[in-house]
């Protein structure tokens, strides 16, 4: 299966995939601890959003400089944020009420499927968007 995947992707793709995947599953523990820590104290929707956000900083540091190795931009910083956004509220918000509300399963249970499913939205959205910004940069003109 390994041996698909190479074929399938450069081997710069390769790198950076595993990259995300080391950022993400760093990123994962900070947003899980912190939402299963508020969740003690708050609705789950407040321990989904206050995880998520903290995060967010993080993730967003270590996909532009190490996974990436685009650097800071405005149109990077837009493009993360907003895909992030549409992460956590049309993906991790839909996902958690339809789990929690509508399929009954407890918050902490399905936190998981949840993240899972998000974790590879996230990911292509995210590698879209940095492609497409890496792309717009690099046909600007320099004066």
């Not at 992707?9 to 790198?15: A, C, N, T, Y």
């Not at 400089?65 to 839909?94: C, D, E, P, Q």
Request: with cysteine; aromatic share 12%; hydrophobic share 50%.
């Amino acid at each position: 299966m390994v041996n698909k995947i190479k074929k399938l992707l450069s081997q710069k793709e390769v790198q950076q995939f595993i990259r995300f995947c080391i950022v993400g599953g760093t990123c994962a523990m900070i947003d899980a601890a912190v939402f299963y820590v508020v969740r003690l104290f708050a609705p789950y929707q407040v321990a989904l959003v206050s995880g998520y956000l903290i995060s967010l900083g993080v993730n967003y540091l270590l996909t532009v400089y190490w996974t990436f190795k685009t650097g800071s931009s405005v149109k990077s910083l837009v493009g993360i944020i907003g895909a992030h956004m549409f992460n956590l509220f049309v993906m991790r918000m839909g996902l958690m009420w339809l789990f929690v509300e509508v399929l009954g399963l407890s918050d902490s249970i399905a936190y998981l499927p949840m993240a899972a499913i998000s974790a590879v939205t996230n990911y292509l959205v995210i590698r879209t968007v940095v492609k497409y910004s890496k792309r717009k940069n690099s046909q600007t003109p320099t004066t």
